[in-house]
């Protein structure tokens, strides 16, 4: 069952990831004809972000602590010292982001170059730091594994 | 010269929730550094939810949102005036500046 929750906790920052990258190249085009889609996706950005939040953060709060030991046994004792650390409160900012997107995307962006310019930048953040965090999750998966294959 | 046909400037809630996004997110890695080195600032952070980690969420989260509909309401409601630019480089700089926060103090100050 913990593994089913973590597969869901990457599947919905996936989800999030792509949807952001979606309306980066969506808002790039942005016209009358896409106005509502750019503001759909972007609400579903957030969306996704809040719900893989969620799940994450009570995999953490529940069972993570078996997870660290383990890792702090192995060769990999940064995957938790560095990685779980930054990761933890890294993932409020991108939460906090996702939930703007929607917000700067609520204009209209095929008339307003203002407003396409904050939801361009938004969009990518919320991108880059989506990104960052799969990448410091699979190392933090890999420190478990590490420490299972040393002993 | 061509004439700019386009709509300009952003609404109150983007720019609110855009300045609050940057000082959530100054104080998240200032609260990271706050209780990591004080003990005491843990201890209560747990003593709050029962999880230091939660209460951090629920500070921040906090902040953002209480700050976004605030700073929406000066000016009549209209919140304040701020150029487009202005709100991308504050909101840039906050995001940044949390993030070297939070990186620096694993990497070098922990």
């Not at chain 1, 997870?67 to 702090?72: A, E, H, S, T």
């Not at chain 1, 969009?123 to 730091?129: I, K, N």
């Not at chain 2, 209560?44 to 700050?67: A, E, S």
């Amino acid at each position: 069952m913990n593994e089913i929750i973590m597969m869901g906790h990457v599947f919905f920052g996936v989800a999030c990831l792509l949807a952001a990258l979606w309306v980066f190249v969506e808002t790039l085009n942005a016209s009358q004809a896409n106005q509502t889609r750019i503001h759909r996706i972007s609400c579903a950005a957030a969306v996704c972000m809040w719900i893989a939040f969620f799940i994450g953060g009570y995999w953490y709060v529940t069972s993570y602590h078996a997870d660290k030991v383990i890792i702090l046994k192995g060769p990999w004792p940064f995957a938790h010292n560095f990685c779980m650390e930054t990761k933890e409160h890294l993932v409020i900012m991108l939460l906090m982001l996702a939930t703007y997107l929607p917000i700067a995307a609520a204009g209209n962006l095929s008339a307003n170059k203002d407003a396409r310019r904050v939801v361009l930048w938004v969009a990518g953040l919320v991108a880059l730091l989506a990104f960052t965090m799969e990448g410091e999750g699979g190392v933090i998966a890999m420190g478990v594994k590490m420490g299972l294959l040393a002993h | 010269m061509k004439a700019n046909l386009e709509n300009t400037g952003v609404s109150q809630y983007t720019r609110s929730f855009g300045l609050s996004l940057a000082l959530a997110s100054v104080v998240n890695g200032l609260l990271v550094v706050a209780k990591e080195k004080s003990p005491a600032v843990q201890a209560g952070m747990q003593r709050l939810t029962g999880n230091h980690w939660v209460t951090h969420c629920v500070v921040i989260l906090g902040i953002f949102g209480v700050g976004g509909w605030l700073f929406a309401r000066p000016n009549g409601g209209q919140g304040f005036r701020l150029a487009t630019n202005r709100l991308i480089g504050t909101l840039v700089a906050g995001v940044v500046t949390g993030t070297v926060i939070i990186l620096g103090f694993y990497l070098i100050g922990d």
